[in-house]
């Protein structure tokens, strides 16, 4: 959820026992309601005062896609403040028309919407400028100033741009268009550098501009329902907890895989390759969450405390730790499969960027010491996943003729978020013969028509609300970094060479000679019953 119980106001109704999932219609649960209720009951959330939201970088991919869509989901359920105004900047010459034409096909919108989508766009306006002009800022200004009572309305400004541009915008920002009377909070999208000197340079711009708690790096994997319910899971059920260390947990896999290429869009990958756009970001903010310790409460700054802590006990990654490839295309695939990664016309001929990783790093603290965290992550593979999976330790003292294979936990955070326990039962029959099964809590079968906010919609009220526990805090960043810079460092120095893989397989045989070689057991046995279908 959005909301933090530490962080609820005593004299609110959040005091009060939540009614159970048992005691609704959990097949027509109104999650929007419940969730506007919520809000309007957290103490940040201030539902009547004037709210901006300015995008700048109106114009590109990320805002039409993304963040346009995503505010009109959030303004179609109720869940914005009441009186928000939404400005689109960029240097295009558009209207609002232009910018509703451009958005509409990502934005689901059903024929019996259409009345409140004309409501949306009516809080829209557009302004054109340039990004190192204080002259365009100062138009910007004037123009958020002339909305009705736009001088005393809380600003939010999204940057949707490249990095490239980020020191001129910011600093016009801060210099011209800030709020002398409401609240003011900047949302950064990664990357947020692409190493750790570039990452510095940027923090130390930011903070010489801003207070750290006007800054939102955002990760959206950050707002995904399990990455968020990594958190309960943990802390809330006593059956983990005295299990969830080095002397029960062989070893830890976080996995994020995309069965497609880059289909045309290679030129800005190729600059930044896959650890840089997954693996330092999205499976290392997953590997916090794992292997951090209870926080002293479910406050931003407790929990991202916990998450420091974690990234200072791991040393650089070792090379040979490290297994990186490439994709070529399949000769007996269809369409974009046929293609390799060198096929794509935008990227640079001989390009030896990884569009797979699999790395191996350790928590070298009490808790985790000796346990290895797998971090695998690739596009053009096998099938779309991200998950955590948990693989136990042997049971000792083995008495079933070493039928029995390892427990495991696995939280899958797409598609189709579950959480399963993989375990040994006694097959139906005479004898003792022992059986892989699980136990099950799949979302779409224990909430059954009930719409997951999007990880967006999510983090934008999270900012809207004052919540900074979702974000990426500068020593978090600066950690990750630390950790990634002389690997990365090392690969484009010395130009390591990806190995090959074909397009739609599961990688380089490498990566998984790698993980059985420091503890990770593929049985290749289990299979799943669909209980549904029985």
Same mark, same amino acid.
């Given at each position: 959820?959005?909301?933090?119980?530490?962080?609820?106001?005593?004299?609110?109704?959040?005091?009060?026992?939540?009614?159970?999932?048992?005691?609704?219609?959990?097949?027509?649960?109104?999650?929007?309601?419940?969730?506007?209720?919520?809000?309007?009951?957290?103490?940040? &959330?201030?539902? @009547?005062?004037?709210?901006?939201?300015?995008?700048?970088?109106?114009?590109?991919?990320?805002?039409?896609?993304?963040?346009?869509?995503? #505010?009109?989901?959030?303004? %179609?359920?109720?869940?914005?403040?009441?009186?928000?105004?939404?400005?689109?900047?960029?240097?295009?010459?558009?209207?609002?028309?232009?910018? @509703?034409?451009?958005?509409?096909?990502?934005?689901?919108?059903?024929?019996?919407?259409?009345?409140?989508?004309?409501?949306?766009?009516?809080?829209?306006?557009?302004?054109?400028?340039?990004?190192?002009?204080?002259?365009? &800022?100062?138009?910007?200004?004037?123009?958020?100033?002339?909305?009705?009572?736009?001088?005393?309305?809380?600003?939010?400004?999204?940057?949707?741009?490249?990095?490239?541009?980020?020191?001129?915008?910011?600093?016009?920002?801060?210099?011209?268009?800030?709020?002398?009377?409401?609240?003011?909070?900047?949302?950064?999208?990664?990357?947020?550098?692409?190493?750790?000197? !570039?990452?510095?340079?940027? !923090?130390?711009?930011?903070? !010489?501009?801003?207070?750290?708690?006007?800054?939102?790096?955002?990760?959206?994997?950050?707002?995904?329902?399990?990455?968020?319910?990594?958190?309960?899971? %943990?802390?809330?059920?006593?059956?983990?907890?005295?299990?969830?260390?080095?002397?029960?947990?062989?070893?830890?896999?976080?996995?994020?895989?995309?069965?497609?290429?880059?289909?045309?869009?290679?030129?800005? &990958?190729?600059?930044?390759?896959?650890?840089?756009?997954?693996?330092?970001?999205?499976?290392?903010? #997953?590997?916090?969450?794992?292997?951090?310790?209870?926080?002293?409460?479910?406050?931003?700054?407790?929990?991202?405390?916990?998450?420091?802590?974690?990234?200072?006990?791991?040393?650089?990654? @070792?090379?040979?730790?490290? $297994?990186?490839?490439?994709?070529?295309?399949?000769?007996?695939?269809?369409?974009?499969?046929?293609?390799?990664?060198?096929?794509?016309?935008?990227?640079?001929?001989?390009?030896?960027?990884?569009?797979?990783?699999?790395?191996?790093?350790?928590?070298?603290?009490?808790?985790?010491?000796?346990?290895?965290?797998?971090?695998?992550?690739?596009?053009?593979?096998?099938?779309?996943?991200?998950?955590?999976?948990?693989?136990?330790?042997?049971?000792?003292?083995?008495?079933?003729?070493?039928?029995?294979?390892?427990?495991?936990?696995?939280?899958?955070?797409?598609?189709?978020?579950?959480?399963?326990?993989? #375990?040994?039962? @006694?097959?139906?029959?005479?004898?003792?013969?022992?059986?892989?099964?699980?136990?099950?809590?799949?979302?779409?079968?224990?909430?059954?028509?009930?719409?997951?906010?999007?990880?967006?919609?999510?983090?934008?009220?999270? $900012?809207?609300?004052?919540?900074?526990?979702?974000?990426?805090?500068?020593?978090?960043?600066?950690?990750?970094?630390?950790?990634?810079?002389?690997?990365?460092?090392?690969?484009?120095?010395?130009?390591?060479?990806?190995?090959?893989?074909?397009?739609? !397989?599961?990688?380089?045989?490498?990566?998984?000679?790698?993980?059985?070689?420091?503890?990770?057991?593929?049985?290749?046995?289990?299979?799943?019953?669909?209980?549904?279908?029985?």
């Amino acid at each position: 959820m959005y909301l933090r119980q530490s962080e609820k106001p005593k004299n609110s109704t959040w005091n009060q026992e939540p009614p159970s999932i048992s005691a609704m219609e959990s097949e027509k649960m109104d999650i929007c309601g419940i969730l506007r209720q919520e809000l309007i009951e957290e103490e940040q &959330f201030h539902q @009547k005062e004037t709210h901006v939201f300015i995008i700048l970088g109106a114009s590109g991919d990320l805002a039409k896609k993304k963040i346009y869509p995503t #505010m009109w989901w959030l303004f %179609r359920d109720g869940l914005l403040p009441e009186d928000i105004y939404i400005v689109g900047y960029a240097r295009s010459n558009l209207t609002v028309e232009d910018l @509703k034409k451009q958005c509409q096909p990502y934005m689901k919108v059903t024929e019996t919407e259409n009345d409140k989508l004309a409501q949306f766009f009516c809080r829209n306006s557009y302004i054109s400028g340039k990004y190192d002009q204080k002259s365009s &800022f100062e138009k910007l200004n004037a123009h958020i100033n002339s909305l009705r009572n736009g001088k005393n309305a809380n600003r939010v400004f999204y940057l949707a741009l490249p990095p490239s541009v980020y020191e001129d915008v910011t600093r016009n920002v801060k210099e011209n268009c800030m709020s002398s009377v409401g609240w003011n909070r900047v949302i950064v999208e990664k990357p947020f550098g692409k190493d750790l000197e !570039s990452s510095n340079k940027l !923090s130390g711009h930011l903070s !010489s501009l801003f207070a750290e708690d006007q800054i939102y790096r955002i990760d959206h994997y950050l707002g995904k329902e399990m990455v968020q319910n990594l958190m309960v899971l %943990r802390f809330g059920n006593r059956i983990f907890g005295p299990v969830w260390n080095r002397d029960n947990i062989a070893c830890v896999v976080l996995t994020f895989k995309e069965p497609f290429g880059t289909e045309g869009r290679g030129g800005y &990958f190729d600059e930044y390759g896959i650890i840089r756009d997954v693996m330092q970001n999205h499976l290392l903010q #997953m590997l916090c969450l794992v292997a951090m310790e209870k926080p002293a409460s479910t406050s931003s700054d407790d929990v991202r405390n916990e998450k420091v802590k974690v990234l200072k006990r791991i040393s650089g990654i @070792k090379p040979e730790n490290v $297994v990186l490839g490439q994709y070529v295309g399949n000769p007996e695939g269809k369409g974009e499969a046929k293609k390799g990664y060198l096929d794509d016309r935008t990227v640079p001929a001989g390009s030896t960027t990884a569009t797979f990783a699999t790395a191996v790093m350790f928590v070298e603290n009490e808790r985790w010491d000796g346990v290895p965290f797998i971090l695998r992550c690739g596009k053009a593979l096998n099938e779309r996943k991200a998950e955590v999976r948990l693989q136990f330790c042997d049971v000792p003292g083995d008495i079933f003729n070493q039928h029995c294979k390892r427990n495991e936990l696995v939280i899958r955070v797409q598609p189709n978020e579950a959480v399963y326990a993989k #375990m040994m039962t @006694k097959k139906p029959g005479m004898f003792f013969n022992p059986e892989e099964t699980e136990l099950d809590l799949t979302y779409g079968h224990r909430y059954k028509d009930v719409k997951l906010p999007d990880a967006y919609e999510r983090l934008i009220l999270d $900012v809207v609300c004052g919540s900074q526990m979702h974000f990426v805090r500068s020593d978090e960043l600066r950690e990750a970094w630390r950790i990634f810079t002389p690997l990365l460092h090392h690969v484009e120095s010395s130009k390591v060479k990806p190995l090959p893989y074909v397009y739609g !397989s599961r990688g380089p045989d490498e990566a998984d000679e790698l993980m059985k070689k420091v503890g990770f057991r593929y049985e290749g046995t289990y299979k799943w019953v669909n209980p549904n279908k029985l």
